[in-house]
């Protein structure tokens, strides 16, 4: 489980492994804008970042609005299946990574460091 709230590409990548990939996800369900996050979780899970931020985008969360507005009550997180066994994926966390990675704040570097 991941505690930080700011994740990097690692902890990002850490965080989504343990989504348990619903059939009918309850956390898209439960989000009051809507946004598919089971979808995003799944691009992450597969090293998609591009596919990720294109639907992340796709609801207009260009700057950290979903993470930080949402953070309070985050439903998304409640509703998340996972929580059952131990704790919810951090989906504010992530939908903030991605905030990040569009502003151009983050940057994914090869494994060659280039």
Do not use: H, W
């Not at 850490?14 to 996800?25: F, G, H, I, N």
């Not at 930080?68 to 903030?96: M, V, W």
Request: proline letters at 4%; hydrophobic letters at 35%; glycine letters at 4%.
């Amino acid at each position: 489980m991941i505690e930080m709230r700011k994740l990097t590409f690692d902890l990002a990548e850490q965080e989504v492994a343990r989504c348990l990939l619903c059939y009918d996800p309850p956390c898209t369900q439960a989000c009051p804008a809507n946004i598919d996050s089971a979808s995003i979780i799944r691009s992450i899970r597969f090293e998609n970042f591009p596919g990720a931020q294109a639907k992340y985008r796709k609801f207009g969360f260009l700057d950290k609005t979903c993470s930080e507005l949402c953070f309070e009550q985050r439903n998304c997180e409640k509703a998340c299946i996972r929580g059952r066994l131990d704790s919810p994926i951090k989906i504010s966390s992530i939908n903030n990574f991605l905030s990040n990675l569009e502003l151009g704040i983050l940057k994914k570097v090869n494994n060659d460091g280039s």
